[in-house]
């Protein structure tokens, strides 16, 4: 018998050697799943579908002449530091339904009125209904739109039977609200620059794509200014089309106030299958890819920072690239028909920078400043003159500026 029990402890071993082998390695697939996971898990949403129901109105009570209570109203409020990923996280079956009115009763002849559903968005959503029409925006803290009504109560008008409330899908669709939108291809410094002149720390490399997903920095001056910047994934040709990645961030760009161009010195090439781009064609297709999405993106104001003279013969390259754009509407025919865009971007200023060594970086964002200063200014005076109804040859006038102001050119 002890040839038989030998052969079945020798079985054993086997088979839980072979247990082992199998889900010590599927515990390591699952490890380095769930590790994966982690690592790329998504935490910036800007667009979020949700379903909201505004409370039913209460019923009446038409032997006494009871109302009932209207139902509840479904209300966005804008909240600093609310986002909607956590919105999303925080109520992942996305639905918000308001309070039911209450019955009107012999001895409570008015019915209370339902509790409304308040929901915290992030400052700067843009509310839509599927067709895609704007019901409202939330520009400030503490704003707030109402995206679905409650029913009126049972009352005489409507035979004592309370309605039910609005009942319908809306879609949050985000749109940043900074100062400035750093526009750029990829690995053009973009992030670089963020993170020298603020305390946001983007992900920077040597190759496309290290940002993608947007993010915000804030430039800080020694009085105590703050200047918010939002650095873009970088676009490609090709963006208005749904190209790339920084086509679906375009629209962030809608609501800065002055549009920073970053072109690396170098040019741009995506991959070995695409053609070479030269810094100045690189400031053309920007130009272009932006009129394409939205013409009057193109007359925003802008600043362009020809970046990366750090690297070798940087700087005589970067004064060639801005002759070029200073003479550039006096050779347009002789740029390519493919890249050629319509309506030219008037830089306020163009710089020479590097972003990794800081070479005229303290001195942009001094002109930065300046600019939105400016700017600030004079749309005060027109809201003021608007509002006023003033005649063109009286009135207040902003320092330093006619009343007859024009963008400035190129310096």
């Known amino acids: 018998m002890a040839a038989p029990m030998q052969h079945v402890k020798v079985w054993k071993l086997q088979l839980f050697s072979l247990y082992l082998r199998r889900y010590s390695s599927t515990s390591k697939e699952i490890k380095k799943k769930r590790s994966w996971k982690k690592k790329d898990k998504v935490t910036f949403l800007d667009s979020l579908r949700v379903f909201v129901r505004g409370g039913a109105g209460g019923q009446g009570l038409a032997k006494h002449g009871g109302v009932g209570g209207d139902g509840g109203d479904v209300v966005l409020e804008g909240k600093e530091g609310e986002t909607l990923y956590s919105l999303a996280t925080a109520f992942p079956e996305k639905r918000f339904t308001a309070g039911t009115g209450g019955n009107s009763r012999k001895f409570h002849l008015l019915g209370e009125d339902g509790s409304q559903q308040r929901v915290n968005v992030p400052v700067g959503v843009v509310v839509k209904d599927e067709d895609g029409t704007t019901i409202g925006e939330v520009n400030e803290p503490g704003q707030e739109i109402v995206v679905a009504h409650g029913g009126r109560g049972g009352n005489s008008g409507n035979r004592f039977l309370g309605k039910k409330g609005e009942a319908h899908t809306v879609v949050l669709d985000l749109k940043l609200i900074a100062d400035i939108g750093l526009v750029g291809f990829p690995n053009a410094g973009k992030s670089t620059f963020l993170g020298s002149v603020s305390r946001a720390k983007p992900k920077i490399a040597d190759y496309p794509f290290t940002t993608i997903r947007p993010q915000i920095g804030t430039m800080a001056y020694r009085d ?12 490609i040709e090709g963006a208005h089309y749904n190209f790339g990645m920084g086509h679906r961030f ?5 609501r800065t106030k002055l549009l920073l161009f970053m072109v690396d010195v170098g040019g741009f090439q995506l991959g070995v299958q695409y053609q070479h781009r030269t810094a100045f064609q690189t400031v053309l297709l920007l130009n272009k890819e932006l009129e394409l999405y ?20 940087g700087q005589e390259k970067a004064e060639e690239v801005v002759q070029l754009i200073k003479t550039m509407e006096d050779n347009m025919d002789m740029i390519e028909p493919e890249i050629r865009p319509t309506q030219m971007v008037k830089f306020d200023d163009i710089f020479t920078i590097s972003a990794k060594t800081g070479a005229s970086v303290p001195e942009m964002k001094m ?14 005076y027109e809201q003021k003159t608007s509002r006023e109804r003033m005649s063109p040859t009286s009135g207040y006038s902003p320092p330093g500026l006619s009343q007859e102001h024009v963008k400035p050119k190129l310096v």
């Open 224 to 235: 105590g200014r703050r200047v918010t910047v939002a650095d873009l994934p970088g676009l």
């Open 250 to 254: 375009l629209k962030h760009i809608e």
């Open 294 to 313: 939205r013409e009057d993106l193109v007359g925003k104001p802008a600043v362009l920072a020809i970046n990366k003279t750090d690297t070798e013969g």
């Open 367 to 380: 002109k930065i400043r300046t600019l939105l200063d400016t700017y600030a200014e004079i749309a005060r």
